[in-house]
C-alpha cells in the first residue's frame, strides 16, 4: 500500500469535499465520528403540502368556460411517469435518487415531476426546496450543504444551474456529495432539460478544457426522456379523461400530431398569436427572441425591445408607425391565450423583494422561444439589436453572456464595450473577465484599477494577478493578503511563488501570530510552507502544541514527522488517531506495520475502520488479505463493501471472482444483495446488470436472460444492449435478432442499427446494409456516420450525395478524404456555400475546395452563426494568410459581418455607456 503525503487523497469513496474550479478536486478525509458533513438545522425549503405548482414554474393551463375548474387540468400519466414512480418508490425506502426530464418546450415535464412528488407530500417530514432567490446558482450553492434528509430538491429549467462552466460546475459536484451521503438522504432531486442543454452536458469534451465533468459524471444514466406527442393509446386515454375536464376535450379535438401538453400550455395559439402579429408586434417579439437567443436572461428589459424593434421593420413598415406603436405593440403580445400564457408579459418583483435588473422588464413565453429556434430567419438579427444590448442590459451576468457570443461571433469590440459595462456593475465575475480581456490583451497598465477593484471586493484572482506583477512591494502586499487566507491544500499553489519571490520567510512572520493562537487554516499552511522549504523540525515545533484535540492537525504534524525523519513517532501518532476512529490514519498506520512485517496487526487494524466508517478502506483490507492468502475473507470483505454503498467495489468484487475461480459464489452473492433492501447507498441496478452477466458466464443462460428482460421492462437503457452483445459473441444470431426486429419494423431507427451491428458482425453483409440504410434515411446520427465511414457504398452514390448536399459533415468528410476525384464531390462543392451548420473544412480544404470554404465561412458570419468565425481564421492559416487572421483575430468583425476597422482598449474606457 501507498499514498501520497501530498494529497492525502488515497483509500475510500466518501469523505469528499469537492471545492475549487472543475480542474481540481481538494480532498479532505476525516474520521467518521468527527462531524463532517453534519447538516445545519436551519433545512432549506418548506412541506410539499404547502408549495404551489405554479410558483415551481409548472405551466399555466388553457381556461375553458367550465367553472369552477382546478388550477392543473386532469393528469394522464405516461411511460415516464411510472418511472418516475419507481423512482420515489426507492426513495421511500430510504435511498436517494436523482432524475432528470428531457423534452422540449411545454411537453409536460415540470408536471410530471409535480405529480412525482405528491406522495411524498403524503409522508410525515417531507419538504421541497426550489433554490431561485437571490439568483439560481448563488441560492443552490448557498442552500446545498443544508439540505437534510426528506428533501426534494427542484430544479426546473436545471441548465440555469449546471450549464454556466465554473459555477454550474460547482453545484454539480455539490449534488453529487449529497446524493452520496447516507446520513443526509434520503434525498430527490429532481430537474428538466431541454434536449440541446442536455446535449451540451453530457457531450465527451474534444481536445483541450472539459468544460462539464462533474455535470456529466453527476446526469450519467439519470435521464427520463419526454416526448413530444401522445401515442393513441394515451389518447385514447385522454378522450376517456375529458369527460372530467373540458380541458382535455378540447386538446383531444385540437391538439395536432398528438402534441397535447403544448396545446395545454396554449403553445398553437401563442403561434398564431405571432404570425398574426401586427409588423410592430412582431418586431417587438423578434428582438425579444433574438436577444433570449444571444444570452440576454429571462427578463428582457423595455428599453432593450423599444430600441431594437424599429430595424426588424422594412422602411416602409417603420413610416407607417403610429407614435404609440411601442404601446400597442406590448399589449398585443402581453394578452394572454385562452385566458392563460401570453407570448410577452411584464414581470414584476413581488412586494418586499429588490427590483428586477433593468425594469421594466418582459418575460418570452418558453415555446415561441423554441418555435423559432427553427426559423432560420431568426439567425439574422440586425446589427441594431448589438447596439441595444451593449446599452441596455443592466444585469452583469446577462452581460458576460452576450459578450462571450459576441466575441465567439468574432464581434470583438462589442465583447470589450460589454465587458466594460458589466465591470463597471463591480460585479466581482465581471471584474475578473474584463481583467483577464485586458491582461490577454497584454494592457496591464488598463488592467490594474480593475484589478485593484477586484482586489478590495475579495477576488482571489485578482490578488493572484498582482502578485505576479509590480515592484516586489506591491507583490509582497498581495502575497500577504493570499498567504493569510490560505489553508494547507492553497498552500501548495501559493509556495512556488513564494520561493520564487523570496517571501518564505516574510511569510513566515505573517502567519505566525495565527499559527500560535491556533487557527487550523493558518497552523496548515505555515507547517506546509515550513516542510517545502525544508524546515520539517521546525513544522513538528509548530503542530505539536495544537495536535492533541485537532485530527487535522494531528494528521498533518504525523507528516511533518515522517520528513523529518521521526518515523517511529509518526507511527506512534498515526496509531493513537487510529485507535481513535480515524480512518486514514487506520491506512497509513497499517502500511507501516505491513512494511515491518506486522500483517496480521495490519489487518486487524484496517478491519476494525472497515466496520466502524461502514466499509470506506476495503480496498487495503482487501488488498492486505488476498496477498495473506486469506481469498474467502477477502470476498466476503468485498461483498460487505458494495453493501455499504461503496461505489467501485462492485467492479473489484466481479474482477476478484473471476480471478479466483469464484464465479457460481459471486452469481449467489449478487443474487441475495439484488435482493435486499439496501442499508446504504449502492445501485440495486449496477447490481443486478453483474448478476445478469455472472449467471451468463456460469451458463445459467435462462436466469441471465429473465433478469435482462425485467431491467428492460423496468426501463434501463443498456440491458438489451448487452443482451444482444452476450447472444451475438455465442452465437445467437437469431435470439439477438428477435430483441429489435418488431421495433425496427415499426419504424425505430435505433432498432434497425442494431440489427444492422448483429448481422454486420454474423457475416450477413447485404441484410445489414439493408437496415443501416434504412436507419440513416430516418437521419440516425450515428447511422449516417457509419454508412459513411465504410467503403461499401461508391463515394458517387446518390446516397452520398443526398446526404452531403444537406450538409452532413461526416458524409462531407468521408467525400473530402477518398483519394480520387469523385463525381459527388464536383456535385457538392457549388453548395458548400450554402450549407448550415458546421462543416470538415481541413478535409475540403485539402480536397482543393479552400475557395468554398471561406465563402461558407463569411456566409454564415453574415447570419452569425457560431463556430463560422474560428473557422475562417483557421482557413486562412491553412492558406498562410497570417497577417489578414491576426488582424480578424485582434479586432474582429463589426455587427454588419465586415472586417472591423483597428480600434483600441482606451476607445472602450472612453465609450460612453
Not at 425579444?288 to 444571444?294: P, Q, S
Amino acid at each position: 500500500m501507498s499514498a501520497s503525503k501530498e494529497s492525502m487523497a488515497a483509500g475510500g469513496d466518501i469523505g469528499l469535499a469537492v471545492q475549487g474550479d472543475n480542474n481540481k478536486i481538494y480532498v479532505t478525509h476525516g474520521s467518521a465520528e468527527s462531524g463532517i458533513g453534519a447538516v445545519d438545522q436551519d433545512l432549506p425549503g418548506r412541506p410539499i403540502v404547502e408549495c404551489d405548482p405554479l410558483d415551481l414554474e409548472v405551466h399555466h393551463a388553457i381556461r375553458t368556460n367550465q367553472s369552477p375548474e382546478p388550477v392543473l387540468p386532469f393528469y394522464v400519466p405516461r411511460p415516464h411517469d411510472l418511472r418516475l414512480q419507481e423512482l420515489v418508490a426507492k426513495v421511500l425506502g430510504g435511498r436517494s435518487r436523482m432524475a432528470v426530464l428531457v423534452g422540449g418546450s411545454s411537453t409536460g415535464k415540470s408536471r410530471a415531476c409535480w405529480e412525482a412528488v405528491q406522495p411524498l407530500a403524503e409522508e410525515e417530514g417531507w419538504r421541497l426546496w426550489h433554490p431561485f432567490d437571490p439568483g439560481r446558482i448563488d441560492a443552490a450553492l448557498a442552500g446545498l450543504r443544508r439540505v437534510g434528509p426528506k428533501t426534494v430538491v427542484w430544479l426546473n429549467e436545471a441548465q440555469h444551474y449546471l450549464v454556466p462552466t465554473e459555477a454550474g460546475e460547482r453545484v454539480a459536484a455539490a449534488l453529487r456529495a449529497l446524493l452520496a451521503d447516507a446520513t443526509r438522504g434520503p434525498v430527490l432531486i429532481l430537474g428538466t432539460l431541454w434536449p440541446r442543454y442536455w446535449d451540451e452536458l453530457t457531450a465527451l469534451p474534444g481536445e483541450g478544457r472539459d468544460p462539464h465533468t462533474q455535470a456529466r459524471e453527476l446526469l450519467a444514466e439519470r435521464d427520463l426522456r419526454v416526448p413530444e406527442s401522445f401515442t393513441e393509446p394515451q389518447l385514447d386515454a385522454v378522450l376517456t379523461a375529458s369527460h372530467v375536464d373540458d380541458r382535455l376535450r378540447l386538446a383531444h379535438e385540437r391538439a395536432a400530431d398528438g402534441r397535447i401538453t403544448q396545446f395545454l400550455a396554449g403553445a398553437p395559439a401563442l403561434v398564431k398569436r405571432y404570425n398574426n402579429a401586427s409588423p410592430a408586434a412582431r418586431a417587438v417579439l423578434d428582438a425579444a427572441i433574438d436577444a433570449r437567443r444571444l444570452g440576454c436572461g429571462v427578463h428582457v428589459p423595455m428599453g432593450l425591445l423599444e430600441t431594437a424593434a424599429p430595424a426588424y421593420l422594412t422602411e416602409d413598415e417603420f413610416y407607417a408607425l403610429n407614435d404609440d406603436w411601442f404601446e400597442q405593440a406590448l399589449a398585443y403580445t402581453a394578452r394572454p391565450v385562452h385566458g392563460g400564457t401570453a407570448a410577452l408579459r411584464r414581470v414584476r418583483a413581488r412586494p418586499g423583494r429588490p427590483a428586477l435588473a433593468g425594469s421594466p422588464v418582459y418575460r418570452l413565453a418558453e415555446y415561441l422561444e423554441q418555435h423559432a429556434a427553427n426559423d432560420d430567419r431568426h439567425e439574422r438579427e440586425p446589427p441594431e439589436l448589438w447596439d441595444a444590448l451593449a446599452t441596455r442590459i443592466e444585469d452583469p451576468k446577462a452581460l458576460l453572456r452576450i459578450a462571450k457570443v459576441a466575441h465567439d461571433l468574432g464581434l470583438r469590440k462589442c465583447a470589450a464595450l460589454m465587458l466594460r459595462r458589466a465591470a463597471e456593475s463591480r460585479d466581482i465575475e465581471a471584474l475578473n473577465e474584463f481583467c483577464s480581456a485586458l491582461t490577454t490583451a497584454e494592457r496591464y497598465n488598463l488592467a490594474e484599477p480593475y484589478l485593484l477593484q477586484a482586489a478590495d471586493m475579495g477576488s482571489e484572482s485578482a490578488w493572484w494577478a498582482l502578485a505576479h506583477r509590480g515592484d516586489t512591494q506591491q507583490r509582497a502586499m498581495w502575497c500577504r493578503r493570499l498567504a493569510e487566507t490560505a489553508d494547507r491544500q492553497r498552500m501548495t499553489d501559493l509556495a512556488p511563488l513564494l520561493h520564487t519571490s523570496g517571501l518564505v520567510e516574510a511569510t513566515v512572520d505573517w502567519l505566525t501570530p495565527g499559527a500560535e493562537r491556533g487557527e487550523t487554516a493558518a497552523l496548515g499552511a505555515l507547517a506546509y510552507l515550513l516542510v517545502s522549504a525544508n524546515r520539517a523540525h521546525d513544522a513538528v515545533q509548530l503542530l505539536s502544541p495544537h495536535a492533541e484535540n485537532d485530527p487535522d492537525i494531528a494528521q498533518q504534524l504525523a507528516y511533518a514527522l515522517e520528513e523529518a525523519g521521526e518515523d517511529d513517532e509518526a507511527t506512534r501518532l498515526w496509531r493513537r488517531l487510529a485507535q481513535g476512529g480515524d480512518w486514514w490514519a487506520s491506512v497509513r498506520y497499517a502500511e507501516t506495520l505491513s512494511h515491518g512485517s506486522e500483517t496480521e496487526q495490519a489487518i486487524e487494524v484496517l478491519r476494525q475502520s472497515f466496520e466502524r466508517n461502514h466499509g470506506i478502506c476495503y480496498k487495503e483490507l482487501t488488498a492486505l488479505l488476498e496477498e495473506s492468502g486469506r481469498l474467502d475473507e477477502a470476498y466476503e470483505t468485498l461483498v460487505q463493501a458494495v453493501r455499504s454503498g461503496r461505489s467501485k467495489a462492485l467492479a473489484q468484487l466481479r474482477d476478484f471472482a473471476d480471478r479466483h475461480e469464484r464465479l457460481e459464489r459471486l452469481a449467489q452473492s449478487l443474487t441475495e444483495l439484488a435482493a435486499d433492501e439496501p442499508t446504504g447507498p449502492y445501485s440495486t441496478v449496477l447490481v443486478r446488470l453483474a448478476l445478469a452477466e455472472t449467471l451468463w458466464q456460469v451458463e445459467r443462460t435462462a436466469e441471465s436472460v429473465a433478469v435482462y428482460e425485467q431491467l428492460d421492462r423496468d426501463g434501463h437503457p443498456h440491458a438489451r444492449v448487452r443482451l444482444t452483445s452476450l447472444y451475438v459473441r455465442d452465437g445467437l444470431v437469431q435470439d439477438a435478432i428477435a430483441l429489435w426486429l418488431q421495433s425496427a419494423i415499426n419504424g425505430s431507427a435505433t432498432a434497425q442499427y442494431r440489427l444492422f451491428e448483429i448481422l454486420h458482425q454474423a457475416g450477413r453483409t447485404q441484410e445489414s446494409l439493408e437496415w443501416l440504410q434504412r436507419s440513416a434515411e430516418q437521419g440516425f446520427e450515428t447511422a449516417v456516420r457509419t454508412l459513411a465511414d465504410r467503403r461499401d457504398p461508391d463515394p458517387d452514390s446518390e446516397f452520398l450525395l443526398r446526404f452531403a448536399l444537406a450538409g452532413h459533415k461526416d458524409v462531407l468528410r468521408r467525400i473530402a478524404e477518398d483519394k480520387r476525384p469523385t463525381g459527388t464531390l464536383r456535385a457538392v462543392a457549388p453548395h458548400i456555400g450554402r450549407m448550415k451548420g458546421t462543416i470538415p473544412w481541413r478535409a475540403l480544404c485539402d480536397a482543393g475546395l479552400t475557395r468554398e470554404v471561406r465563402d461558407w465561412a463569411w456566409n454564415r458570419l453574415r447570419i452569425k452563426a457560431h463556430g463560422a468565425f474560428n473557422t475562417l481564421l483557421n482557413v486562412l492559416r491553412y492558406q498562410g494568410d497570417h497577417s489578414e487572421a491576426a488582424h480578424l483575430d485582434r479586432y474582429g468583425l463589426t455587427p454588419y459581418g465586415d472586417p472591423a476597422p483597428e480600434w483600441q482598449w482606451e476607445e472602450i474606457l472612453g465609450a460612453a455607456p
